[in-house]
T-cell receptor
Framework: DQQVKQNSPSLSVQEGRISILNCDYT??????FLWYKKYPAEGPTFLIS?????DKNEDGRFTVFLNKSAKHLSLHIVPSQPGDSAVYFC???????????FGEGTQLTVNP | NAGVTQTPKFRILKIGQSMTLQCAQD?????MYWYRQDPGMGLKLIYY???????DKGEVPNGYNVSRSTTEDFPLRLELAAPSQTSVYFC?????????????FGPGTRLTVL
């Protein structure tokens, strides 16, 4: 039972353009969402998060949007840079708990 | 400040062998976690600990054991290794409840069971 799904295993964009990574969840108890970035041979690192009381959170070039009715969130990267090439994991949690549920990840490639 | 360290980086085991994956953090975090990542899959929680002496099962605990005798260390034990345990293992830590508190990950251990 995959409660957090990232349906696109890979995404390729040109440098300077927008990258949009999508994530869907099924468990309506999730109320906090995170994105982690992972480079090869390294562990994931936290990127940005959003609480269910918000519909948008912005941090520099990274913006996360949350649509609770659709149980969908997306990560926008503008402008995309070659250094953004990595695997991006979406994760969700109930704030009353301590377990993150991760999606499968999306490999983003930003071409110069 | 080394963050979260894991040893070894790579290991090949034969079916039925045992090993311990080491994890240490120097951030004085209370919470520690073990995840595994299979190809094309997200990270699955194996075990976690909320402090020294306290551990609990995650989503996929079968075939593994953990202990937490100190705040810094959280080793993961594999008994009777099986090919299904071939995976990349990540240890992580967080200061408080790991849902909304940032988890910091180690670089991973790539384990192959043949």
């Amino acid at each position: 039972d995959q409660q957090v799904k990232q349906n696109s295993p890979s995404l390729s964009v040109q440098e300077g353009r927008i990258s949009i990574l999508n994530c869907d969840y099924t468990n309506s108890m999730f109320d906090y969402f995170l994105w982690y970035k992972k480079y090869p041979a390294e562990g994931p690192t936290f990127l940005i998060s959003i609480s269910s009381i918000k519909d948008k959170n912005e941090d520099g070039r990274f913006t996360v949007f949350l649509n609770k009715s659709a149980k969908h969130l997306s990560l926008h990267i503008v402008p995309s840079q070659p250094g953004d090439s990595a695997v991006y994991f979406c994760a969700a949690v109930k704030t009353s708990g301590s377990r993150l549920t991760f999606g499968e990840g999306t490999q983003l490639t930003v071409n110069p | 400040n080394a963050g979260v360290t894991q040893t070894p980086k790579f290991r090949i085991l034969k079916i039925g062998q045992s090993m311990t994956l080491q994890c240490a953090q120097d951030m004085n975090h209370n919470y520690m976690y073990w995840y595994r990542q299979d190809p094309g899959m997200g990270l699955k929680l194996i075990y976690y600990s909320v402090g020294a002496g306290i551990t609990d099962k995650g989503e996929v605990p079968n075939g593994y054991n953990v202990s937490r005798s100190t705040t810094e260390d959280f080793p993961l034990r594999l008994e009777l290794a099986a090919p299904s345990q071939t995976s990349v293992y990540f240890c992580a830590s967080s200061y408080s409840r790991g849902g909304t508190d940032t988890q910091y990950f180690g670089p991973g251990t790539r384990l192959t069971v043949l």
